[in-house]
């Protein structure tokens, strides 16, 4: 993923887990690139696409066999791509069940041009092990032997969790990709 979880390493000290339950969940907005091309040449038989990039370079991309309406592309043709992400960190209470799952998500763009939006959004609890104000870090466990160590920037922070305090960890990623006729 783009953003890591040192994202969320900076919600949590940025306020996670400020004073109340209802200031336990921090949404951390990600990253939104767009970028914008035009179709210079489409090979049917490869599924093969060339684009044009805004800054004058080139790119070529394979289409694989499950995207329909591929031959709906043609040259001229604009192609409009989102990437957005985003994470949320949020404590548990005591006595929740851990998590670790992973949902995916396809949903076609009506009509006759080619589109997607396609998303992937995992959640796992992780579990603080240590935390080091004189740095300041925060270490934290997870499954399937996931570990991870970061800075934290808010020193005070730091003081409103502590070791063996959990976190659900939720990241977020989702491409919008739509193609526009040739005007």
């Known amino acids: ?8 390493m900076v919600a949590l000290a940025c306020g996670v887990a400020a004073s109340g339950v ?30 044009k990039l805004a800054d004058g370079t080139y790119e070529t991309i394979v289409a694989p066999a499950s995207v329909q309406r ?3 592309i043609k040259v001229g043709d604009t192609l409009q791509a989102t990437y957005y992400d ?31 939006t396609a998303a992937t959004q995992r959640t796992i609890t992780a579990t603080i092990t240590a935390i080091d104000p004189k740095i300041p870090s925060i270490t934290l466990v997870g499954p399937n032997n996931w ?3 970061s800075r934290v920037q808010d ?9 063996g305090d959990k976190l659900d960890i939720t990241w977020t990623e989702a491409l919008l990709v739509s193609f526009a006729p040739a005007k």
Request: charged residues 25%.
């Open 155 to 163: 020193v005070k922070m730091l003081k409103t969790v502590k070791v």
């Open 22 to 51: 209802a200031a336990q969940t921090k949404v951390i907005p990600g990253e939104m690139e767009k970028v914008t091309a035009t179709v210079e040449a489409v090979d049917q038989s490869t599924r093969t696409v060339t684009l």
């Open 1 to 8: 993923m783009r953003r890591t979880i040192a994202g969320a």
């Open 86 to 116: 985003n994470i949320v960190v949020r404590v548990k209470q005591p006595g929740e069940k851990d998590v670790d799952i992973t949902g995916d998500a396809l949903t076609k763009t009506p009509g006759t041009s080619p589109g997607v």
């Open 147 to 149: 570990k991870y160590s």
């Open 70 to 72: 591929f031959d709906a």
